[in-house]
T-cell receptor
């Protein structure tokens, strides 16, 4: 079973920030939070990961609460090409069995 | 190559036949993973190769499934005596270093249809 809870779907207006929440209340101290996305008919694409500090890269920002029980992926200026299923995953870095749940289907609308 | 390459992209086979799916990982990536994704479902871990270590086969659903990785590069996933429930997209991923700390790179998958 996936150890995360995400809303099944969200909409976002093009050009606005998309904020995707994830609950991981049972996260362990050595588990990282990973985000991937899967655009239709493609393999999942790595976005970002973090342990406890907030992280930012060219694709997105990851905000992790101080108690680490939840996190938010932020796409600062969503485009139509960001329409995809977004997966939040928690795992120990050397755990090969990275379990994907159902994810959040983000639809960016013009 | 620039990414993870999988072939064929689509495969239709008759029930009971054997199939081989191929994965070419990113050059220099030591870890290679196979997942499968059934229609509308999340990804299911199948097997993991890391360098010359024994593979982690804990996700293989039955003994009809096997995989090899030759020379630490190309991998082949073999499904013997295919069943209709084997129909899925089979995804290969590779990463630099053990455990994929820096993220996996996935291929576009092989869509297997067993009729």
């Amino acid at each position: 079973d996936a150890k995360t809870t995400q809303p099944p779907s969200m909409d976002c207006a093009e050009g606005r920030a998309a904020n995707l929440p994830c609950n991981h209340s049972t996260i362990s101290g050595n588990e990282y939070v990973y985000w991937y996305r899967q655009i239709h008919s493609q393999g999942p694409q790595y976005i970002i990961h973090g342990l406890k500090n907030n992280e930012t890269n060219e694709m997105a920002s990851l905000i992790i609460t101080e108690d680490r029980k939840s996190s938010t992926l932020i796409l600062p200026h969503a485009t139509l090409r960001d329409t995809a299923v977004y997966y939040c995953i928690v795992r120990v870095y050397d755990n090969n069995d990275m379990r994907f749940g159902a994810g959040t289907r983000l639809t960016v609308k013009p | 190559g620039a990414g993870v390459s999988q072939s064929p992209s689509n495969k239709v086979t008759e029930k009971g036949k054997d199939v081989e799916l191929r994965c070419d990982p990113i050059s220099g990536h030591t870890a290679l993973y196979w997942y499968r994704q059934s229609l509308g479902q999340g990804l299911e871990f199948l097997i993991y190769f890391q360098g010359n270590s024994a593979p982690d086969k804990s996700g293989l659903p039955s003994d009809r499934f096997s995989a090899e990785r030759t020379g630490g590069s190309v991998s082949t996933l073999t499904i013997q005596r295919t069943q209709q429930e084997d129909s899925a997209v089979y995804l290969c991923a590779s990463s630099f270093g053990s455990g994929g700390l820096y993220g996996y790179t996935f291929g576009s998958g092989t869509r297997l249809t067993v009729v």
